[in-house]
Nanobody
Framework: QVQLVESGGGLVQAGGSLRLSCAAS?????MGWYRQAPGKQRELVAT???????NYADSVKGRFTISRDNAKNTMYLQMDSLKAEDTAVYYC????WGAGYWGQGTQVTVSS
């Protein structure tokens, strides 16, 4: 069983920045950030493999940066140039031996 703990969400003005963190209780393979806005389905934001290969949703390319520290079993999401449409609950996801795990989510609210 893997536990994921997210932190770093909050309220920020449009154009501002936030950094999310996700700490895993053990060694993880691919990790990712997803988000879910009110009334919408959960969507992919970005993923990163253990070796550092990344993938981004088109809507965040050039504004968000995903990274990880394998020694700390921690993943980060640096979010810059935030927009009102980035408002959502952000969830950390981790894959291990084919099983997926989710964090509890952290709220990000961008005021326009």
């Amino acid at each position: 069983q893997v536990q994921l703990v997210e932190s770093g969400g909050g309220l920020v003005q449009a154009g501002g920045s936030l950094r999310l963190s996700c700490a895993a209780s053990g060694i993880i393979s691919t990790m990712g950030w997803y988000r879910q806005a009110p009334g919408k389905q959960r969507e992919l934001v970005a993923t990163i493999t253990r070796t550092g290969s990344t993938n981004y949703a088109d809507s965040v390319k050039g504004r968000f940066t995903i990274s990880r520290d394998n020694a700390k079993n921690t993943m980060y999401l640096q979010m810059d140039s935030l927009k009102a449409e980035d408002t959502a609950v952000y969830y950390c996801n981790a894959m291990l031996w084919g099983a997926g795990y989710w964090g509890q989510g952290t709220q990000v609210t961008v005021s326009s």
